[in-house]
């Protein structure tokens, strides 16, 4: 606000408080303001407000100067300022010029021109002051120049009232001095002189405030309790010349600091005594000096800021000191509120007033003081945050409502911390009285209770203090172990873990209920308390795996080929949990999903029965289970469909024939006709006149018809004292090509043995019909078997190989395999599979004394896996490896894993998948009586108990089912172990039971799967024979060897399967023989193609 502005325009005095100068002429509206001053103040051009206090009258002798101060509105352009000074007569006193530049700095251009009093004097009365831009009349100012005298008559005469004489002396007052005790009664409370500490009188007053004085009774501080720290400070205080006469006047610079907002700010004071008057305040009526003061920005250069920040705005107001009382009765102005004050009651009304000079005529006696009206303090209002709500970020958004009747003056924030007050925020707001005031700030927060002291003030001077607390509650990270993608609620809110398994939460302290489920897991549901002060709590769900159900296949078997189109299945489902669903499907196809019946209890068996249609060949059906928490298991079951074979059996009219154990009589014409499945049959024929006949006949899947003529000679005329005649026809086994084979390769050679229980007589090998090497006639030396190793030429298409028999005795026996052979395109060699995966087992060492160790197993186990991860080119993360040595030991547990849970996630369609073990073989009395031996084989772990090997070792059946789980279609497996507890091999026999060997049978049943392949490390009856020569099995350093590329036979820089078996059954056999041994390796499987395993020269 503009206070005390006093310009003169064409004679007429425009004094009022606060009105703007009256601007004349044609470019009046380009004024910005134009006043007369004794003083100068450089004030920044902030706005219309920065004036110094401005002047209409001076005095002769006492005044130093006049100064005229002009500002027009930026005209952007050059232009030229120019005032003419005319004297009360009118003319001419002197002139002045000023050239401006154009600039877009600021927005106006102010001009001071001073004017010594000294040659003023001579002239007393109305001067005035043509203010012009270029040419142009902006307009006529003008100020009053005279003796005290000649003012107070004029001034007596523009407010109305006759002239009074001028005193002889005008009135002084003496400064003041105080005693500690001394009371002032004021409208904002009781201020009693407490203590004069630094020259300074400190009163202070019950409610906490504390106003410091100087000597001459300026204002030093202010400072106000509890929060007892300075609201308001100057420093230096501003200085005021006693003894008090109207008139005299001074300027002091000082530094401001404001508690209030937090700033400090240099400053210019200049005050005046502008007169001697009547006040009145609720205390009554007092002559009193009016004492004004104005606070504003120091001297520097125009808009250029000082080192500190300096004061923008001013700040004005009036004292009125009363000699009469010897006190300050009255503060009033645009000052800080907490500054205006009035005496409500006098301490000693009856003092006596100190002496003052020429004092005027003395006033009537005061009426009694009536009661000041009561006040009401402002009201303020916490909007945010909510009381009581505990806080957990660091900072927090403040929103404050203030309303009060009156304008409010100040708001100020502060923090109570250790006892005592840190400010925060002040704010001086410019409200209109009774408008509501909402006030938004960021406040730090500490940990733990924050007391907020907010204090409001009034132009009245009510003031209110509102205490508030703020607690601060720092978030607890609350991180959750559990399975990974395990659901966990937490309270009402919804989570997931990670696929790492955890879960991180920031949450304030508390109890927190947590519940967590997972398919697989039973639920949980727990509490969690998180305490104040805890940064980080861990806590593991409390989520238990639930066990999977098992499913066992009641029926049917599925080793027994079954020859219907359908088939009924019976499935017998356990688990400790209640059942809830359970699915069979073949492929992508869904057969049949089945669900318990109601009131189904927890751990009851539960029997499923389904019809199932089977198509022609191997059906792979999965039975899926799932109980009530998810958890999930699934089993493949192979079944078999074979059609059934029209078999024509020939020989001599009317003959006994027995096919396994049923028994048929020929025809008259010699003729017998059967439907029979696949499979290996024992044909035994007999009529007297004729040598009986045993022999072995294998029907093929998809053969359709069969012919076979019963091997029956003409028994020859008795002769004397010959010995028993020998019925029994010697047995033929073919150990290259397996049945049914599909071969690429035009040259093969086939491989087998022919056994008899006295002498083998002649062997004969048949090709389509053709010989196949020569027949040899077996000496009389006792050779009860011969090795078959004929070289043979396959043309494209079915091919017929016949082996036929003969021993001393006249018995003959014949086995017959087709084969075919497959003439595929011209293609690129054979590359390896797209992946490649291998689990290498070796036992040396077994925990049961009763199994003894053996020496080679765990270095030959290693040499497969250095060759497999090193010349073959297998990752090393693909291959597994269980030896003594390992930190995963070759235990039954270890063992199933990587059989049936490494290679069944790992191994994809494509892949080809390398098992090897060396180690024990064991058999045991086959309890089911499905072996036709008699014996049930296992692989012998090394934590087998020999007295269970049903319970501690894994039996080979089961080998069938493991298969079943891996998805490649291309496996090997190599065994470097046997059965028949021969001595020096790699074998025991459990309690008294001895094993006879694996068959043919069971070996086909291993690998009746496609694209299975088993190769043993001999034949039945034989030892695998270890050497220290070698450092190895026999069987493991020749297969080391043409894995390296010595069984690369063709040269064409891939070593194949078949390649590999042929070389192992030249080596390992010469070997053998030539230290006395007999070992022969044997093939079994059903292959496509060539299968290479390794590339030559990686």
Request: glycine fraction near 8%; charge should be neutral.
């Amino acid at each position: 606000m503009i206070v005390g502005i006093l310009a003169v325009a064409d004679g007429v005095i425009a004094a009022d408080r606060g009105t703007t100068p009256q601007r004349h002429g044609t470019g009046a509206g380009q004024v910005r303001y134009a006043y007369f001053s004794t003083a100068f103040l450089r004030t920044g051009n902030v706005s219309d407000d920065d004036m110094p206090l401005a002047h209409t009258e001076f005095e002769i002798g006492k005044d130093k100067q006049v100064v005229f101060v002009g500002a027009i509105n930026n005209p952007h352009r050059n232009f030229v300022q120019r005032i003419v000074l005319k004297r009360p007569n009118g003319t001419i006193h002197t002139t002045a010029r000023k050239e401006f530049t154009a600039t877009t700095r600021f927005n106006w251009f102010y001009w001071a021109r001073e004017f010594p009093i000294d040659e003023l004097r001579a002239y007393p009365g109305r001067w005035s002051v043509d203010y012009f831009v270029d040419d142009q009349n902006l307009g006529t100012y003008s100020f009053l120049l005279g003796d005290v005298a000649m003012l107070a008559r004029l001034r007596e005469q523009r407010e109305g009232r006759p002239g009074l004489p001028s005193p002889a002396t005008p009135p002084r007052a003496e400064r003041p001095t105080y005693a500690v005790g001394e009371k002032w009664y004021r409208n904002d409370g009781v201020y009693e002189l407490v203590r004069i500490e630094n020259d300074r009188y400190v009163f202070e007053a019950p409610s906490g405030v504390q106003v410091r004085l100087t000597r001459d009774l300026t204002i030093a501080a202010v400072r106000k309790e509890p929060l007892l720290s300075a609201h308001l400070e100057f420093d230096p205080p501003p200085r005021l010349a006693w003894p008090l006469e109207v008139g005299a006047s001074g300027v002091s610079e000082v530094t401001v600091r404001s508690s209030y907002a937090s700033w400090r700010a240099d400053a210019s004071v200049s005050w005046k005594v502008e007169a001697y008057e009547d006040v009145v305040t609720a205390a009554g009526r007092f002559k009193a000096f009016k004492v004004s003061f104005t606070l504003g920005p120091t001297q520097q250069g125009f808009g250029r800021p000082s080192q500190r920040a300096p004061v923008s705005e001013y700040w004005r107001f009036a004292v009125w000191y009363s000699p009469e009382v010897r006190q300050l009765v009255k503060l009033d102005g645009t000052a800080p509120p907490l500054l205006n004050f009035e005496v409500v009651a006098l301490d000693r009304p009856g003092a006596t007033p100190p002496a003052v000079a020429a004092t005027p005529t003395p006033s009537p006696p005061s009426p009694p003081p009536a009661a000041p009206a009561p006040r009401v303090p402002p009201a303020i209002a916490l909007l945010e945050p909510v009381s009581g709500t505990p806080i957990h970020s660091d900072e927090v958004t403040l929103r404050i409502e203030v309303k009060s009747p009156h304008r409010l003056t100040v708001l100020r924030i502060v923090r109570m911390e250790a006892g005592r007050t840190v400010p925060v925020q002040g704010f001086f707001p410019r409200r209109v009285a009774g408008e509501p005031w909402v006030v938004e700030m960021r406040l730090p927060l500490n940990e733990g209770d924050n007391v907020i002291m907010i204090e409001a003030s009034d132009e009245q001077g009510a003031t209110a203090i509102e205490r508030v607390t703020l607690t601060r509650q720092s978030l607890v990270a609350l991180e959750l172990r559990g399975p990974p993608g395990a659901r966990v609620r937490v309270n009402q809110d919804q989570h997931a873990l990670t696929p790492q398994g955890t879960l991180t939460l920031e949450l304030p302290p508390g109890a927190y209920r947590v519940e967590a489920s997972k398919e697989g897991f039973k639920p949980s549901r727990e509490t969690v308390t998180l305490a104040p002060g805890q940064t980080r709590v861990t806590h593991a769900l409390a989520l238990t795996p639930s066990p999977p159900p098992t499913i066992a296949l009641v029926g049917p078997r599925t080793d027994v080929p079954l020859h219907a189109d359908k088939v009924r299945l019976s499935v017998r489902v356990t688990s400790p949990e209640r059942l809830a669903s359970l699915r069979i499907a073949k492929g992508d196809d869904i057969l049949g999903t089945f669900t318990p019946a109601a009131g189904a209890r927890a751990g009851e068996p539960w029997l499923v029965e389904a019809e199932v249609s089977l198509a022609e060949g191997v059906n792979r059906l999965t039975l899926g289970a799932a109980d009530e928490h998810g958890a999930r298991t699934e089993q493949t079951v192979t079944l078999t469909r074979q059609s059934l074979i029209a078999l024509e059996l020939r020989g001599p009219p009317g003959a006994e024939v027995k096919v396994n154990q049923d028994r048929y009589t020929l025809g008259s014409e010699g003729t017998l006709g059967l439907q029979l499945p696949p499979g290996s049959y024992q044909v035994e024929g007999s009529r007297e006149g004729y040598r009986p006949t045993r022999e072995t006949l294998t029907l093929a899947p998809g053969q359709g018809k069969a012919e076979h003529r019963l091997g029956m000679a003409p028994v020859p005329p008795p002769r004397a004292a010959l010995p028993p005649a020998d019925t029994e026809a010697p047995r033929i086994a073919i150990n290259y090509p397996p049945a049914e084979a599909r071969i690429e390769r035009e040259q093969i050679v086939i491989t087998g043995l022919v056994t008899d229980n006295t002498e083998v007589a002649r062997v004969q090998i048949m090709v389509n019909g053709v010989e196949a090497g020569q027949p040899r006639d077996i000496s009389v030396t006792g050779a009860k078997a011969f090795p078959i190793r004929a070289p043979a030429a396959l043309q494209p298409g079915e091919n017929v190989i016949e082996v036929t028999a003969t021993d001393r005795a006249g018995n003959g026996a014949q086995v017959v395999r087709i084969v075919t052979r497959v003439v595929p395109a011209p293609q690129a060699p054979p590359v390896i599979a797209r992946e490649r995966w291998a689990v290498v087992v070796g036992v040396g060492r077994y925990e049961s004394p009763r199994i003894p160790g053996l020496r080679y197993t765990v270095p030959d186990a290693e040499a497969i896996y250095q060759v497999l991860t090193g010349p073959a080119g297998f990752k090393k993360e693909n291959v597994l490896l269980l030896t003594d040595k390992t930190e995963r030991r070759p235990t039954l547990r270890n063992i199933k894993y990587a059989l049936g849970t490494f290679l069944a996630r790992s191994a994809k369609k494509d892949d080809t998948v390398v098992i090897f073990f060396a180690g024990h073989g064991a058999p045991e009395v086959d309890l089911r009586g499905i072996e036709r031996d008699g014996l049930a084989k296992y692989l012998v772990p090394q934590d087998a108990d020999p007295d269970d090997l049903y319970a501690t070792a894994l039996p080979m059946e089961e080998l069938q089912t493991v298969f079943s789980r891996i998805e490649a279609e291309r496996m090997v497996v190599f065994l470097d172990a046997c059965y028949s507890g021969a001595a020096g091999g790699r074998t025991f026999s459990a309690g008294r039971t001895r094993a006879t060997d694996l068959d043919d049978l069971f070996l086909e049943r291993l690998t009746r799967a496609k694209g299975r392949a088993v190769i043993t490390a001999s034949r039945p009856a034989e030892v695998s024979i270890e050497l220290t020569e070698l450092g190895h099995g026999v069987f493991t350093y020749y297969l080391v060897e043409g894995l390296r590329g010595a069984a690369d036979l063709n040269r064409d820089g891939i070593v194949s399967l078949q390649e590999l078996y042929e070389y192992l059954e030249q080596q390992v056999t010469r070997k053998a023989r030539s230290v006395g041994g007999n070992q022969h390796p044997v093939m079994k499987g059903e292959l496509e193609g060539v299968l290479p395993l390794v590339k030559v020269g990686r």
